[in-house]
């Protein structure tokens, strides 16, 4: 099956910093990559869509200018957590399709644990 | 919104069969994902139902009804390691994008 990887696994960060988060599609090419942010006990909020070499598509309520997300290849996506504070402390998760649309099967990343003191 | 609906909890004995609901707005629709969520792990794909029917794939299959709005996930042979949550995630024409309910937490118990 299709194999994404996402790294660091964790990170713990002081508030104001910025951290950025790398998912990589390592046995396919991913045309479309997704950013989700999922909550103790909460589903999968998607946050953006992104297809390579074009800017991301941003959720309602998301904003594009605090996670900032880039697909420059069609094996990485990376999005980046600008000035971040304590209630962004989430479970980020990205994933990948590799056909036409994005409606295609999504093969999900490990995810990412970020805690923000 | 798109009304995704499926129970919050359920609880199996290891062995037995458990079925897992999900409903969604009919509008638009095209077709539905099943994913598994262990805690504190990504979801990995179950299954994809596009046509009415039933899909089978060893001990999990999964059945959409496009006219009810209304698809369900089906585990035999429950087994401990079954113990997770499931994500049904509809998708509708227009969007380019999966929603994800709320996920239904399954116990299975010795």
């Known amino acids: 099956g299709a194999v994404v990887s996402q790294h660091p696994s964790r990170v713990i960060c002081k508030s104001g910093t910025s951290v950025k988060i790398e998912c990589r599609s390592l046995d396919f090419q991913a045309t479309t990559m997704f950013w989700y942010r999922q909550f103790p006990k909460q589903s999968l909020m998607l946050m953006a869509t992104s297809n390579e070499g074009s800017k991301a598509t941003y959720e309602q309520g998301v904003e594009k200018d605090k996670f900032l997300i880039n697909h420059a290849s069609l094996t990485l996506s990376t999005l980046t957590v600008t000035s971040a504070h304590p209630e962004d402390s989430s479970f980020y998760i990205c994933?990948?399709?590799?056909?036409?649309?994005?409606?295609?099967?999504?093969?999900f990343g490990p995810g990412t644990r970020l805690t923000v003191l | 919104g798109q009304n995704i609906d499926q129970p919050t909890e359920m609880t199996a004995t290891e062995g037995a069969i458990v079925q897992i609901n999900c409903t969604y707005q009919?509008?638009?629709?095209?077709?539905l994902f099943w994913y598994q969520q262990h805690a504190g792990e990504a979801p990995t794909f179950l299954s994809y139902?596009?046509?009415?029917g039933l899909e089978e794939k060893g001990r999990f299959s999964s059945f959409l009804s496009r006219s009810k709005g209304y698809s369900y996930l089906l585990l035999k042979e429950l087994q401990m390691k079954d113990s997770a949550s499931y994500l049904c995630?509809?998708?509708?024409?227009?969007?380019?994008?999966?929603?994800f309910g709320a996920g239904t937490r399954l116990a299975v118990h010795p």
């Open positions: 139902n596009v046509l009415d």
């Open positions: 994933s990948g399709t590799s056909g036409g649309h994005s409606t295609d099967t999504q093969y």
């Open positions: 009919t509008s638009g629709f095209n077709g």
């Open positions: 995630a509809p998708f509708w024409g227009g969007y380019n994008k999966l929603i």
